[in-house]
């Protein structure tokens, strides 16, 4: 036990770090990230497959842009067919090709929000084979009786033992045990279990390892985490995010503009006498539209999801994910998220008269049976300063003092020696000594800086003081400079009194911190953020943390937590690490961008096209507009079919870019413009012109047009 902490609860909330140090990002503590290839055969098979099935009208609906596209496939189809049964062989060849690339237009978005779907089912899938039909041994008033899970209601009682499959969701009612939560989290590291605290929640479908708990089941049938995994992977089900649907509006609204525009060209083309035929207009409409961004549009958010879902992390809405690239305020605990989570002996400090390595010594002798992260960091601290070894107690007179909560020590009795160590006041009271000012000043001096001092005691006189330090996580001071780089700011939960929180708040490099933290307060202090306007974000994983998790804009629960914490949040950390916010964040931001990023080059790219195809329709009755084709494009006929094979290959080509996301660094909204700007924005104004041309050169040098008559 702990020789500071009487209720002996050091780093409760950094419980999936307390096996030792911090994970890099996005993977679990055990190094597995659940991912896949891009390009698996399986996946790439099954949105072969999809693609096929969603060209029904009915599954394109949601997507104005790809059903316009897909009724002009239908018509140019249908005006090939005409040119083929009337005999017009050179029509047919021109409007056939046409159709053929419009087809593959669709076939495209199709595939590219298929690959989305396919990653998530491949998670959903893996899930389902987790789930097996088990049995459970129910507690009722005749005893234990043992039925299917299946048939297991909200309320019943369970007893699992030592190799057995929990049968359902609950809390752990009585008893402590092991539990295996590799099917749900992927790790292979045990955790463990136990009743009234805030590791009582357990998953059905996990494996007790080792003894026997009582569980409660808190979820019906149908209603288990498992299932509400499986149900929220499911692509089909992600409800669109806010943002998404603004787009998607905006880009129906333009849908609907440009059909009107190409609507009324018909008649301008007859009164020029040089009429156009039904083809020429569905390619204009389709090169005016915007159908990058319109096809690649759910394939983004979809990724996004997965993007979490990959780093383990399971986003209950598609709306927090979009929150968390809106997120301005972060909040986390300092125990096991900045810090980490478990005290560590930096130094010793001898009272006037004393030798620094007699106190070293005696802070050794009074840790040998102290079994904490802290007792083990006095023993090693003493070894590396003074080259100090354990000594060889056997066959000696030696009796080791437990620590208590009443006498808030602990120490030895060697040969006559009595070794003391433990919190200021009670080693002082046990030595019948005031502290002399010196040491006085040490103590409070360490206590100022966020620390907590040790006093040894040696038969009643003080040696002085040794340091214990919550040292700050590796590099996680420059991970929240990069946030604020990005106008995020940070602020540190702790339950330290202010003094304490101050001096750890300036050492880990926070904006803000709140101190001597209760429910209450998180739960007003999120609140208040919110009511001037900031997103909140969020991680807990106790009970108290639930009121402040159901008012932030992102609240990532630890799946380690309680009950109640995982259903006040909107995500749920698989791993339980509560450094996780941190990418979240990043991952959410990396959502926008690459929607942005996209949206800026679908609009831009479609510049090229118009200098293709307005030429192509028009210069036979107005000359002057040869002065447009800059492109020296080979023909009229030639200039539409470049226009319209490429605007139908670059959807595949950033389909990668789509599902992986433009690359996020921590930087200010004006400098992530700029650049997107100049890369998606100059680049997509010019890659067209030289795409097109390209295409231009290939279709001419293959004779793949025909003249049409």
């Known amino acids: ?55 029904d009208p009915r599954a394109l609906t949601h997507n104005p842009v790809m059903f316009v596209v897909e009724i002009g496939s239908l018509f140019t189809t249908a005006d090939a067919l005409r040119y083929l049964a009337s005999g017009r062989l ?20 199709n595939f590219a929000e298929a690959m989305a779907e396919g990653r998530g089912q491949a998670h959903a899938d893996e899930l389902r084979r987790t789930r097996t039909e088990t049995e459970a041994r129910k507690v009722t008033p005749e005893g234990i009786q043992v039925v299917p899970a299946t048939t297991l209601q909200v309320g019943d009682v369970v007893v699992v033992a030592a190799g057995e499959v929990i049968p359902g969701d609950g809390e752990v009612i009585e008893g402590i045990a092991s539990v295996d939560e590799s099917a749900i989290t992927g790790e292979s590291a045990p955790v463990i279990r136990e009743s009234g605290g805030d590791r009582s929640a357990v998953t059905g479908g996990t494996t007790v390892l080792s003894d026997e708990i009582q569980v409660k089941i808190t979820a019906g049938r149908g209603e288990s985490f498992l299932d509400r995994m499986i149900t929220l992977i499911e692509a089909g089900v992600r409800q669109k995010t806010p943002n998404e649907i603004a787009l998607a509006l905006l880009l129906a609204g333009l849908t609907l503009i440009f059909l009107v525009v190409v609507v009324t060209v018909a008649p301008f083309s007859v009164y020029s006498h040089a009429p156009v035929s039904v083809t020429v207009l569905i390619a204009l409409l389709v090169a005016l539209i915007p159908t990058t961004i319109g096809g690649l549009l759910s394939a983004i958010g979809i990724s996004g999801m997965n993007r979490l879902l990959e780093r383990n992390v399971l986003a209950l809405s598609g709306r927090a994910v979009e929150a968390a690239g ?94 003391r160590k433990g919190a200021a006041e009670s080693v002082a009271r046990w030595a019948e000594v005031e502290l002399d000012p010196q040491t006085a000043a040490a103590v409070e001096q360490i206590s100022r800086a966020g620390s907590t001092p040790l006093l040894v005691a040696e038969d009643r006189q003080i040696l002085g003081a040794v340091e214990l330090k919550d040292v700050v996580k590796p590099g996680i001071k420059e991970r929240l400079a990069s946030l604020r780089a990005a106008g995020i700011k940070t602020v ?89 916010l941190i990418e979240i964040v990043e991952v959410g931001k990396q959502i926008l961008i690459t929607r942005g990023a996209l949206t800026t080059f679908s609009v831009v790219n479609d510049v090229a096209k118009y200098f293709a195809i307005i030429p192509a329709m028009f210069v036979v009755a107005y000359p002057g507009l040869n002065a447009l084709n800059i492109m020296h494009l080979t023909s009229p006929e030639t200039a539409i079919l470049s226009a319209i094979i490429f605007n139908a290959l670059i959807i595949p080509a950033l389909i990668p870019l789509a599902l992986r996301g433009v690359r996020y660094r921590a930087t200010t909204a004006a400098t992530i413009l700029r650049k997107n700007l100049l890369i998606y924005g100059l680049g997509g104004l010019i890659l067209p012109f030289v795409g097109i041309k390209l295409i231009d050169m290939i279709v001419s040098a293959l004779h793949l047009v025909s003249t049409v008559k």
């Open 1 to 55: 036990m702990s020789d500071m902490d009487p209720t002996g609860h050091v780093g409760a909330t950094g419980t999936a770090l307390a096996d030792g140090g911090e994970p890099p990002a996005g993977e679990s503590p055990h190094g597995r990230r659940v991912t896949m290839s891009m390009w698996d055969k399986d996946l790439v098979r099954r949105s072969l497959r999809q693609s096929l099935r969603k060209l």
């Open 326 to 419: 809106d997120v301005n305020v972060i909040m986390l605990d300092k125990t096991g998220t900045l810090t980490m989570g478990s005290r560590q002996a930096t130094s010793f400090t001898p009272s006037p008269g004393v030798e620094e390595r007699r106190l070293a010594e005696a802070a050794q002798l009074s840790s040998l049976a102290d079994e904490t992260p802290e007792g083990r960091s006095i023993v090693v601290l003493a070894k590396e300063r003074y080259d100090l070894r354990a000594p060889d107690l056997d066959g000696g007179d030696v009796e080791f003092v437990p620590f208590s909560a009443q006498t808030r020590m602990s120490g030895v009795d060697l040969d006559g020696r009595q070794i």
């Open 90 to 109: 050179g029509s047919f060849s021109f409007t056939g090709q046409i159709a053929i690339w419009l087809w593959l237009t669709v076939l495209f978005a």
């Open 492 to 580: 540190m939960i702790t339950g330290d009194n202010p003094i304490t929180a101050d001096a750890i708040a300036r050492e880990v490099g926070v904006d803000d911190f709140l101190a001597e933290a209760t429910p209450e307060r998180k739960m007003e202090y999120v609140k208040s953020i919110r009511s001037e306007g900031y997103m909140v974000g969020m991680v807990g994983d106790g009970t108290n943390d639930a009121p402040a998790l159901a008012n932030a804009d992102v609240a990532v629960a630890m799946n380690t937590g309680t009950m109640a914490a995982r259903e006040a949040g909107n995500m749920i950390d698989l791993d339980s690490n509560p450094t996780k």
